[in-house]
């Protein structure tokens, strides 16, 4: 007999399976219970808060991967397709006029930037192949063009504004806005975006400018853009309240 | 008296019985998800034979429109997942218990020969230690679905961050569609694990919850009998 057999009695037997089954169902019942309780948990923007509180360490833990060195990958023109799907309408209600729109840029409180269409079109341009990835889980390589974010942001001084935690963006019927991390919006591959496979970009992709943002799932891409400020806070963001990962970086 | 063998460390049982929970969890919040961009399915050209998932299965199930919910389930049970799975690995590598886990050179042929017994085509069983053959490779290719879960998810979860693991594993599409079999797999195993262990019985399914089995006292001896006798007390003996 090795040290790992034993003689025990019935007794002893149906003693040791009792205790190890009363620890088994205990177990259970805490399972069971804590299930309960995390959705018994206040809400905190439609997600009970040790939820939100993790996906917050998640953010905070991914986010020290996070480096302007990691691109998305690039495609060739020949990759990208040539029917866009079209997801989301919110923010793009019908009265619109494009022909009044400017770019509105809140640098401090009471100190606004409006730019023209042309005005950012004269800047440097950038254009992108890279594969969009809606959250829902379809993705699909699409062709962009537009100024990079950090270009636009160093040719009119927003050097301080830069320097703050996030970037809120609103299109202009405040229907739909998103909020951005500092890191992600000044990463090299995100555009102020006005083209879409090399023509303006069409009214329900966000004619005249939208972000596009290929370190953050489709969410973020907010279309026509109204008015962009700068915070140290985070700023409201529409699928953040309907329970969402505020950060939603790839 | 009863003769009592020690079968499953304390620490396995944990591992295992963490595990359980955690999966389902895993599997109901990744049904959330996917339920957003349900494309696979089983089939050619326009012929489907198997949908994943067909309406009527959502429906029951109350799935459609939670995606949300889905996700924050998803990323924060992650860890729960990845750090048992972890802790389990190390405590296999550190115990020595991989020995009994890891098929062996013999592993292969026997596999056949359990499940052939399985399915009462065989008699007898080849002789074996804690593990048979077919449980030794079901085991170890589980921890190899777990460790392959582990991957896919993190390349779809960060595929800018880690673009690389991504772009080895195929592709952000890929990945996903890699992802979404190793689950179907799991399930697949749950379901033969489940079958199996009410086929074998009580004795066994006690041995997972209180670490011991008791070992059947030998049959008394009626000549000519061919059936070789299977005892696991010889279990933590590790020559081959």
């Known amino acids: 007999m090795t040290?790992?057999?034993?003689?025990?009695?019935?007794?002893?037997?149906?003693?040791?399976?009792?205790?190890?089954?009363?620890?088994?169902?205990?177990?259970?019942?805490?399972?069971?219970?804590?299930?309960?309780?995390?959705?018994?948990?206040?809400?905190?923007?439609?997600?009970?808060?040790?939820?939100?509180?993790?996906?917050?360490?998640?953010?905070?833990?991914?986010?020290?991967?996070?480096?302007?060195?990691?691109?998305a990958k690039t495609f060739p023109l020949s990759a990208a397709v040539k029917h866009v799907r079209v997801n989301g309408d919110e923010g793009m209600s019908a009265d619109f006029d494009a022909s009044t729109w400017k770019l509105k840029v809140a640098k401090t409180p009471g100190d606004t930037l409006f730019?023209?269409?042309?005005?950012?079109?004269?800047?440097?341009?950038?254009?992108?192949?890279?594969?969009?990835?809606?959250?829902?889980?379809?993705?699909?390589?699409?062709?962009?063009?537009?100024?990079?974010?950090?270009?636009?942001?160093?040719?009119?001084?927003?050097?301080?504004?830069?320097?703050?935690?996030?970037?809120?963006?609103?299109?202009?019927?405040k229907g739909y806005y998103v909020g951005i991390d500092m890191p992600a919006i000044m990463h090299p591959q995100t555009l102020l975006c006005y083209e879409m496979n090399g023509k303006p970009l069409p009214m329900n992709q966000g004619y005249p400018l939208r972000l596009i943002i290929p370190v953050k799932y489709g969410i973020k891409h907010l279309k026509r853009i109204g008015s962009i400020f700068f915070s140290n806070?985070?700023?409201?963001?529409?699928?953040?309240?309907?329970?969402?990962?505020?950060?939603?970086?790839? | 008296?009863?003769?009592?063998?020690?079968?499953?460390?304390?620490?396995?049982?944990w591992f295992h019985w963490i595990n359980f929970p955690v999966i389902a969890v895993m599997v109901w919040s990744g049904l959330l998800i996917y339920w957003a961009n349900d494309v696979y399915k089983v089939g050619w050209g326009d012929k489907t034979i198997l949908k994943f998932f067909p309406d009527s299965f959502y429906k029951a199930l109350h799935i459609p429109f939670r995606l949300a919910e889905g996700m924050s389930l998803h990323f924060v049970f992650m860890w729960f997942f990845a750090i048992n799975g972890f802790l389990y690995v190390l405590y296999l590598a550190i115990s020595g218990e991989w020995?009994?886990?890891?098929?062996?050179?013999?592993?292969?042929?026997?596999?056949?020969?359990?499940?052939?017994?399985?399915?009462?085509?065989?008699?007898?069983?080849?002789?074996?230690?804690?593990?048979?053959?077919?449980?030794?490779?079901?085991?170890?290719?589980?921890?190899?679905?777990?460790i392959g879960s582990l991957l896919t998810g993190l390349s779809i979860y960060k595929p800018v961050q880690f673009h690389t693991l991504c772009a080895m594993?195929?592709?952000?599409?890929?990945?996903?569609?890699?992802?979404?079999?190793?689950?179907i797999l799991f399930t697949l195993f749950f379901l033969l694990h489940i079958i199996q262990v009410i086929l074998a019985g009580w004795n066994n399914f006690r041995g997972m919850v209180t670490g011991f089995e008791v070992v059947p006292p030998p049959p008394p001896p009626t000549g000519g009998g061919t059936m070789e006798i299977i005892s696991p007390s010889n279990e933590l003996k590790t020559d081959d």
């Open chain 1, 233 to 250: 806070e985070r700023p409201p963001d529409y699928w953040y309240e309907r329970g969402y990962d505020y950060y939603a970086g790839l």
């Open chain 1, 3 to 71: 040290d790992k057999e034993k003689i025990i009695s019935e007794k002893q037997l149906r003693k040791k399976t009792i205790i190890s089954f009363s620890v088994f169902i205990v177990m259970i019942a805490f399972a069971i219970f804590g299930w309960k309780w995390l959705h018994k948990q206040p809400q905190e923007n439609e997600a009970p808060r040790p939820l939100r509180k993790a996906l917050n360490y998640n953010e905070g833990l991914f986010g020290k991967f996070f480096s302007n060195n990691h691109l």
């Open chain 1, 115 to 173: 730019v023209t269409l042309d005005e950012i079109k004269a800047l440097p341009k950038t254009e992108i192949v890279f594969d969009f990835k809606c959250i829902e889980g379809w993705s699909q390589v699409t062709h962009w063009g537009g100024v990079k974010f950090s270009d636009f942001a160093q040719k009119y001084g927003l050097n301080e504004q830069t320097k703050m935690n996030y970037v809120g963006l609103i299109t202009p019927d």
């Open chain 2, 99 to 146: 020995r009994l886990i890891f098929p062996n050179r013999k592993s292969l042929k026997e596999s056949w020969q359990v499940v052939l017994h399985d399915l009462h085509l065989r008699k007898g069983m080849p002789p074996q230690k804690k593990y048979n053959a077919a449980q030794r490779i079901a085991y170890t290719g589980v921890i190899i679905m777990g």
């Open chain 2, 1 to 13: 008296m009863k003769k009592i063998v020690k079968k499953h460390p304390l620490a396995i049982r």
């Open chain 2, 169 to 183: 594993l195929g592709g952000y599409e890929w990945t996903r569609a890699e992802h979404f079999i190793l689950t």
